[in-house]
């Protein structure tokens, strides 16, 4: 129970949100941009990431209610408020947290002075956690089935995922010509902990039906299946060890691994009207270490004991019989996820010229020379029922020569009215960067359905030095 | 100026997150306080016996009887949560004789912890089904119900005209468990 409420009390204070990077996605003075978009137009002579510093991203979502609605300080029972919860959210809605740490990075310039090739790598570790609301199992938890005669509670509810894991990668992109820049990335996953819980179904029903031999006609038939990699062994009673160094060193040296593209482009159908397009982690992960696979399957109708006046020595035991229709059995296989797959898209128009442009031309050529921007962005995500789905539109611009900002508005399940900000400046060859989303939330961020937050360091030496 | 505003940038930056940090007081510690107190409902027992198995001579005598194990107190989930049980019996009777039902709750040791007995009428035509008083079971009685292991029924029928294979009619028993829990969290 201790390891519940651990695992609940870290989702809610590391939750950062949806993993929507949408402040971050074609900020092309950020290198760490061409990480949601690998063919995003960025240059540079040579970059590198300060270790640690250069990529801390947070992002906490919850559709349906607040870290405030749970543990609000307000005098109001916790039970009440678990029950609240409960009442307002449905099956669709859900907690997701998503926190990645640069541990390095970098990246060159290839082929000489005139060359419009670039490569790009680093290692990050990221964690990622994803639960739908059980409404009903909640329901059935919280109030029992007296009172839900006729309703079946569905299995299904139990939806959830996480994962730590570290990705290694390597990326390449390439000014193809004034209008076109391709790029790619190439990822190796190593997850030190994966549970997955996510094709479940079945339902626990009660009813009174007529015809039937006793008063209630109960059945459960279930489909439930919980795979885990990496953990089964901390659930054993002899485990002495620290969970979290375990966990930390399997992600970095003893993972299973996986494999994992990113493709992505921006085109220049003008010099001032720019669209975009990205795939990110298309991959996937063959679990394969302290592989457990639980299973809970069958089906068992219960109409209660029924003694046998012809044959009074042939006692049947209910519970037995229970055991027996719906084993618990456990696996040893291993079993492949796929990392949840993210798809952005942007178009872009730009006006305004900047003042900076002809008295020094050590801008990236991307900005073009222009002081404005504006457009929408789309964003898509695989998620286990449906797909998680943003539109956002924004405004850039370059307030000083080393000062670009970025302020969007975002539209999206956990928000209508998400607002963030983005800045992003260099002081010398060093760059700093900071990215606040939902920022109407964080004059109370406790209150927040969704809170994302990323910041970082890079020394930069740019294209024309 | 330019310049002063890149060097105000850190603050401005460090404002941000200032200005992130503000949230309401937030209590952990109220998840110790987690109650649940669910009520579920079950079928307990039930038998439908046709008039012509039950061959006697007409005397009042004990005519069937047989136990059957009842291990959901073997579950520590039952056993250490549960606060309060309901239990709720219903007897048809289409058979023109009476009834009379013995439930009996055996413990571990095979001695009897509880008795209760169901009496119903013989048929006389209409409608015959009898739903007794709910038997609570609160505190120690409780505590005794905790210790079933098996249940046993006996069925013993009143004088009148002896059943045989061509009598006619019913005796059945429905019967269904409220049990009111409080789990609480550690």
Known sequence: MRKIHLIILIAFQLSSFAQNKEILYNFTSIPQSSLVNPGADVSYKYYFGIPLLSGVSVNLGSSSFSAYDLFANNGIDFNDKVRDIVNKSSDKDKTHVNQQLELFSGGFRVGGERSKSYISFGLYQEFDFLMYVPKDLAILGLDGNRDYIGKAFDISDFNLRAEVLSVLHVGFHKKVSDKLVLGGRAKIYSSGANISSTRNSGFIYTGQTAGTPNIYSQTIASNLEIRSSGIATFTKDEYRGSETEDILHNTFFNGSLGLGFDAGLTYYFKDNLQFTASIVDLGFVRQSKDIETLTYKGTYTYEGVNPNFENPDAPRNVLAEFDKAIPRDTLYNKYTTWRPVKFYSSLQYSFGESRYGEECNCRAPSKRGYANSIGGQLFIMSMPKQPFVAVTAFYKRSIFENLDFKATYTFDAYSSKNIGLGLSGNIGKFNIYALVDNVLEYKDVSKANSVAFQFGLNFIVPDSD | ?186
Do not use: H, W
């Not at chain 2, 940090?21 to 107190?37: G, N, P, T």
């Not at chain 2, 198995?53 to 005397?59: E, L, M, P, Q, S």
């Not at chain 2, 009777?93 to 039902?101: G, P, W």
């Not at chain 2, 006619?168 to 409080?182: E, F, I, V």
């Open chain 2, 1 to 186: 100026m330019k310049l002063n505003f890149i060097r105000r940038m850190p603050k401005i930056l460090g404002a941000v997150f200032l200005f992130a940090s503000c949230s309401s007081d937030l209590d952990f510690d109220q998840i110790d306080d987690l109650k649940l107190e669910p009520v579920y409902v079950a079928n307990l027992a039930y038998f439908d016996v046709p008039a012509n198995k039950f061959a006697d001579n007409g005397n009042a005598e004990e005519i069937a009887a047989d136990e059957q194990p009842f291990k959901v107190f073997k579950q520590k989930f039952f056993k250490d949560n549960l606060v309060k049980a309901e239990c709720d019996f219903e007897l048809e009777n289409t058979i023109n004789r009476a009834f009379s039902l013995d439930v009996l709750l055996f413990d571990n040791n095979n001695q009897v912890l509880e008795t209760i007995t169901l009496d119903i009428p013989a048929y006389s035509g209409g409608s015959n089904i009898i739903k007794y008083q709910t038997e609570v079971f609160e505190n120690q009685r409780l505590a005794v119900l905790k210790q079933t292991v098996k249940i046993g029924f006996t069925v013993r029928i009143a004088s009148g005209a002896p059943l045989n294979s061509s009598s006619s009619g019913n005796l059945k028993l429905r019967s269904s468990a409220t049990a009111y829990m409080l789990i609480e969290v550690e």
